[in-house]
């Protein structure tokens, strides 16, 4: 078995990614995917300002400054019940970050942009309504039983990644449990057409209010903009295309005009597999971990996955480090979302969802204000979103 092949199951956003950074690291790549095309539908649009040089290093950013919305307005959370918005422009960091702005973009959009960079590469080949039904591993490698149209069978490679999404079939067939919790609240995504801006909102908006509370984000320069809001999950599920109309006329006024574009509800949680390696397999993204998105934590802490991923496997696959890099991997990535991603995401949709009464805001918010008090207070807040990146895991083990 020829060390430097890889099996990337999922051609979502991680599983796309993390083909093209360990294809140009030199391995050899085959994506497969359930599905028979990518999945367009309204999930995570934001991608924050730290992890732009990087997907510039990949080769993907300038496409997606061309398609993406480019947001310099950064961190805003309106306060309604106090009055107050609290702000941390991303225009602060100007001189602190080469990419000192956000990119909002859907993330099918995203994930076929990646898939056309896929496309250029001799190294890549992606293989659409695959599905991973099996897998075995032995020291030499793994060998993946799929599913296609034509029927079944074995694909061979030294190393597989798990990018195979919330349900992962990877994850169970390692054995690994997805361990935490399951809100007991639906959130419901809509893309919309409308002037969100002609009512005071931003680019990016946690919108903390008594009855309409919401995260609002303008996803392109066409007015479309996703509004995220939560609803209590023993609602019945057919009948949520009225309550969002119900819910936009209470936000906007009951004679604004606006045109529900496309709606997904779903459910929510905090969730982290027991393991996210297993011998030659590796979990990423949403297979490996769960979190509610407020914050946009989600899909961010996935991409930071691919990063901390194209360090060790390539290093362990030529042979330039020990296989506890991939060790490493796996404890470190698990450190960031249950010391990190997790509890800030959780303590985000507190705020902003919570209900809560003035005094408890104003308390819980009270570290914000005086961080968006001030412009070094702003930068530090800012520059802060890279906490979710690990440390070098190769440097780590020259240390062990
Ligand atoms: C409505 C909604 C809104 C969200 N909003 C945000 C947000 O604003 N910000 C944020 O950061 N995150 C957000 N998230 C989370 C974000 O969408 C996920 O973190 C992201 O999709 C994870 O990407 P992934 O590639 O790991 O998994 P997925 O996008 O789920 O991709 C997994 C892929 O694996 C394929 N697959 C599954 N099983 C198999 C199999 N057995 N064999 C082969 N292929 C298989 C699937 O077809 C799919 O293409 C949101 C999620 C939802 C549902």
């Known amino acids: 078995m020829a060390s430097d092949s890889v099996i990337v199951v999922g051609a979502g956003?991680?599983?796309?990614?993390?083909?093209?950074?360990?294809?140009?690291?030199?391995?050899?790549?085959?994506?497969?995917?359930?599905?028979?095309?990518?999945?367009?539908?309204?999930?995570?649009?934001?991608?924050?300002?730290?992890?732009?040089?990087?997907?510039?290093?990949?080769?993907?950013?300038?496409?997606?400054?061309?398609?993406?919305?480019?947001?310099?307005?950064?961190?805003?959370?309106?306060?309604?019940?106090?009055?107050?918005?609290?702000?941390?422009?991303?225009t602060d960091i100007e001189d602190l970050s080469p990419t000192p702005f956000n990119i909002h973009m859907g993330q099918g959009e995203f994930t076929t942009i990646v898939l056309d960079h896929l496309a250029r590469l001799d190294n890549v080949e992606v293989l659409w309504g695959t599905r991973l039904t099996d897998l075995t591993q032995d020291d030499e490698g793994v060998t993946a039983t799929i599913d296609t149209r034509d029927g079944g069978r074995e694909l061979h490679a030294a190393w597989l990644v798990g990018a195979d999404g919330g349900r992962s079939a990877t994850r169970e067939l390692i054995g690994a449990k997805l361990e935490g919790t399951t809100w007991g609240e639906r959130f419901v995504a809509t893309n919309v057409r409308f002037d969100f801006r002609s009512l005071g909102f931003f680019s990016s908006n946690l919108f903390v209010h008594p009855t309409h509370a919401a995260v609002i984000a303008q996803i392109d320069g066409t007015g479309l903009w996703r509004c995220t809001f939560q609803e209590d999950e023993s609602l019945p599920e057919e009948t949520v295309e009225e309550r969002i109309h119900q819910y936009f006329r209470g936000l906007l006024g009951a004679d604004a005009s606006y045109d529900l574009v496309a709606y997904r509800?779903?459910?929510?949680?905090?969730?982290?597999?027991?393991?996210?390696?297993?011998?030659?397999?590796?979990?990423?993204?949403d297979a490996a971990h769960l979190t509610n998105p407020?914050?946009?934590?989600?899909?961010?802490?996935?991409?930071?996955?691919?990063?901390?991923?194209?360090?060790?496997?390539?290093a362990v696959a030529f042979g330039e480090a020990e296989e506890s890099a991939l060790d490493r991997y796996a404890a470190d990535?698990?450190?960031?979302?249950?010391?990190?991603?997790?509890?800030?995401?959780?303590?985000?949709?507190?705020?902003?969802?919570?209900?809560?009464?003035?005094?408890?805001?104003?308390?819980?918010?009270?570290?914000?204000?005086?961080?968006?008090?001030?412009?070094?207070?702003?930068?530090?807040?800012?520059?802060?979103?890279?906490?979710?990146?690990?440390?070098?895991?190769?440097?780590?083990?020259?240390?062990?």
Do not use: C, W
């Open 294 to 314: 407020t914050g946009g934590l989600g899909l961010t802490t996935g991409l930071y996955d691919v990063l901390a991923l194209e360090e060790v496997l390539p």
């Open 13 to 90: 956003p991680v599983g796309v990614t993390a083909a093209l950074a360990l294809a140009r690291r030199g391995l050899n790549v085959t994506v497969l995917d359930a599905e028979a095309e990518p999945n367009m539908s309204p999930r995570a649009i934001v991608y924050l300002h730290p992890l732009l040089p990087d997907l510039d290093r990949l080769g993907v950013l300038d496409d997606m400054r061309t398609k993406g919305h480019l947001d310099h307005e950064g961190f805003n959370m309106h306060l309604v019940a106090l009055g107050e918005v609290l702000s941390a422009p991303n």
């Open 265 to 285: 509800p779903y459910k929510m949680h905090q969730r982290l597999a027991t393991t996210l390696r297993a011998g030659r397999v590796l979990l990423a993204g």
């Open 333 to 400: 990535r698990s450190r960031v979302f249950s010391e990190i991603s997790s509890p800030q995401a959780s303590h985000l949709k507190r705020i902003v969802y919570g209900g809560l009464g003035a005094d408890e805001l104003r308390e819980l918010t009270q570290p914000m204000r005086e961080m968006t008090s001030t412009r070094e207070g702003r930068r530090t807040m800012l520059m802060g979103l890279d906490g979710v990146r690990s440390p070098s895991l190769l440097a780590t083990s020259a240390t062990a």
